[in-house]
């Protein structure tokens, strides 16, 4: 049996090593040497220490790395109340938000808004995904107010209409204080105004208040920005067209192909300076005898527009 104590000490021989075993780097203090065995019992188990210590010290690297692993937090997403007539409050578990029309940034999940405009209440439940926007519109049915009579209520007769007066202040809403914006746009645009995020054209119609707004077109991934003026009249729409530019795109194929683009043929590569419009586009290049391949590229402001292709490889 293989004893430890024995082991740890050993002191080591001055000359060089008698063999190929590992008794030959030691001697015993004892004034005749044990017989030379075949094999040295300890090795194994130096060996298994060795290991133990080896995957000890990766599994805690391993631990110690995935704990500092940052924890990102989820994106934000927008959310947009508008009402008709416009400037009702907003608020959410009792705090207030705002008035209408109102963009917020949210947490992804559902939230419970209360909006109240005069003595009329409506509660919006809205379920908010990450980095999407979600418009929701509240319709405020406000009765009507008769003026010029006054009926009594007891005997049913008409009093005697009243010297006219000065008319007194109403305290009826003259009317809509909001209109709405419809943009058409052949790329996905968010909208912003003052730097603050209002709707974007994936809505059909923006709700606004009335009068001349500065407005921002943006697409931050194709590196499109535009600043636009647009009057909003009370309840009425005002339009906007976003015209966007072109860019020039270079196409080639190894050893060559046809190419068609949106469905239309611009002839064999390599071509160069092909203007196309900003955003995505569909290329189909062909060859006669290594068949067809399909490629999307997104052309945008912020790189060059490089599309190429291996037609020999499949």
């Known amino acids: 049996m293989f004893n430890l104590t024995e082991f740890l000490g050993r002191r080591k021989v001055s000359g060089p090593p008698a063999g190929d075993s590992l008794d030959a780097f030691f001697t015993e203090d004892a004034p005749a040497p044990a017989p030379k065995r075949a094999g040295n019992p300890a090795w194994p188990f130096v060996a298994a220490l060795t290991l133990v210590g080896v995957l000890g010290s990766a599994a805690a690297g391993v631990y110690f790395l995935k704990k500092a692993e940052p924890v990102s937090a989820a994106p934000a997403a927008s959310v947009t109340l508008e009402s008709d007539p416009a400037g009702a409050e907003v608020t959410s578990d009792g705090v207030a938000k705002g008035v209408t029309p109102l963009t917020m940034a949210v947490a992804p999940g559902e939230h419970t808004f209360e909006i109240v405009h005069a003595d009329r209440r409506k509660q919006v439940k809205v379920v908010a995904r990450a980095e999407a926007a979600v418009v929701h519109h509240v319709q405020f049915d406000l009765p009507a107010i008769a003026v010029g009579s006054a009926v009594a209520a007891t005997t049913g007769s008409v009093k005697p ?116 419009a900003l955003g995505p586009h569909d290329i189909v290049f062909r060859h006669p005898t290594l068949g067809e391949r399909r490629h999307t590229a997104a052309v945008s402001l912020t790189s060059p527009a490089r599309v190429s292709v291996d037609m020999r490889k499949q």
């Open 161 to 276: 209409a009243a010297k006219p007066t000065a008319p007194a202040a109403s305290s009826t809403p003259a009317g809509p204080a909001a209109g709405w914006l419809s943009i058409t746009s052949p790329i996905p645009l968010s909208v912003t105004e003052a730097g603050a995020v209002i709707g974007s054209t994936a809505s059909a119609k923006i709700m606004l208040p009335a009068g001349k707004r500065q407005l921002r077109l943006v697409n931050e991934s194709l590196g499109f920005s535009e600043m636009r003026t647009v009057q909003v009249a009370p309840g009425k729409t005002a339009t906007l067209s976003i015209a966007v530019p072109k860019v020039a795109m270079n196409i080639n194929a190894v050893p060559w192909a046809e190419v068609w683009v949106d469905g239309v043929r611009i002839g064999e590569t390599p071509i160069g300076n092909h203007m196309v």
